[in-house]
C-alpha cells in the first residue's frame, strides 16, 4: 500500500499577521482519515492505528509522545521510520523545540520517494516553519518554495497555497514585502473559500499603505469567514488608518461580542481606549 494510503494528511493552520513576521499555529489537524477497510492488511492498520494514537498523544501529553516516537524512529525503517518522524517532529512542535521538530520533519521527506510529492510538499512545509519559529529566515523560504514545488508536482491547491502563505511570511520577514503580494494573491486564489489568504493579503497591502486595496482584501477575507475574529480586528485598524473611526469601533466591537475571553478581544478592547469613544474622537 502507497505511504499516502497510511500517513493521515496534516494541514497546518495559518497564523497571524504577516507583516510582523508572526508565526503560525502549529497545532495540527487530522482530515481525510482513510477508511478502515477489513481488507487493509493487518500491518497498514497497526501502522495507522500507532500514528493516529500518536497524533492524540502529542495534544494531550507532548513529551510522552515525544519519547515514543524517538524510539520508534530509532527502532525502524521505510514507511514506518516516516511516521515516527512525523509524529516526532508534532511532538518536538509542541514543545518548543524548533531545531528538532526540523530535522525529524527534513528526515520523513527526504526518506520518501520522488513520487510521494503530496506528502513531501506536507512535511517539507511544517519544516519550514519550523525553521520560521527557530528565526532562520533564508532556511525557511527555501522550504517553503521546494515544499511549492512538490505540492504544483501532486497538483494539490491545498497544499500549495500553504506553501506559498509559509513562503510569504518568510519573505515578509526579510523585509521582501513586494515580492510576497503575488504569493498571496495565488494562496487566495488556490483557496477560494478560505479567508485565512485574504486576510494576510488585507494585512501586507495596509503595511504598503494601499488602504483601498486592503480594504477591499479584507472585505473579501469577511465574505469567506464571516465570524474569523482576526479579520474582524485587522478590519479595524485598516479602517482606522483610512479615517474611519465608527466602522473601527464597529469592527472591534464585534470582536469582542463574537470571543470575550480571547487575544483577539484583548486587542480590540486596547485599541477602543486608545481610540477613545465616538462623542470624543469626532
Known amino acids: 500500500m502507497p505511504l499516502a494510503h497510511i500517513l493521515l ?21 487530522v482530515q481525510d482519515r482513510p477508511p478502515r477497510e477489513l481488507e487493509q492488511p493487518v500491518g497498514e492498520r497497526v501502522k495507522q492505528t500507532w500514528l493516529e494514537e500518536c497524533f492524540e498523544l502529542v495534544e ?44 525529524a520533519f527534513l528526515a520523513g521527506r527526504d526518506e520518501l520517494p ?62 521582501q514585502l513586494d515580492e510576497a503580494e503575488p504569493l498571496l494573491k495565488d494562496a487566495a486564489r488556490l483557496r477560494p473559500k478560505d479567508g485565512e489568504p485574504q486576510l494576510l493579503l488585507a494585512t501586507l497591502l495596509r503595511r504598503l499603505g494601499r488602504l483601498e486595496e486592503a480594504q477591499a482584501a479584507i472585505g473579501e477575507a469577511a465574505n469567506r469567514a464571516p465570524d474569523d475574529s482576526a479579520i474582524g480586528l485587522e478590519a479595524g485598524v485598516i479602517a482606522v488608518l483610512d479615517g474611519r473611526d465608527d466602522a473601527a469601533r464597529q469592527s472591534w466591537q ?8 480571547s487575544a483577539e478581544a484583548e486587542s480590540a478592547r486596547a485599541y477602543l481606549q486608545q481610540l477613545g469613544p465616538a462623542s470624543t474622537a469626532e
Open 9 to 29: 494528511p496534516i494541514l497546518l493552520q495559518a497564523g497571524p499577521d504577516p507583516s510582523a513576521g508572526a508565526i503560525p499555529d502549529y497545532s495540527a489537524e
Open 60 to 103: 494531550s501529553d507532548p513529551a510522552r509522545a515525544h519519547v515514543q516516537a524517538e524510539m520508534r524512529r530509532n527502532s525502524s525503517q521505510g514507511p514506518d521510520r516516516v511516521l515516527a518522524n512525523h509524529c516526532l517532529g508534532l511532538a518536538a512542535t509542541q514543545l518548543g523545540h524548533w531545531s528538532e521538530a526540523r530535522t
Open 114 to 175: 520522488p513520487e510521494e510529492s503530496s506528502l513531501r510538499a506536507r512535511l517539507g512545509t511544517m519544516a519550514g516553519n519550523a525553521a520560521l519559529a527557530s528565526g532562520d529566515v533564508e532556511d525557511a523560504l527555501a522550504l517553503f518554495r521546494n515544499a511549492r514545488t512538490e505540492a504544483q508536482r501532486a497538483t494539490s491547491a491545498d497544499l500549495e497555497a500553504i506553501a506559498a502563505m509559509g513562503a510569504a511570511r518568510a519573505l515578509v520577514s526579510l523585509g
Open 254 to 261: 464585534s470582536v469582542i461580542d463574537l470571543v470575550p475571553d
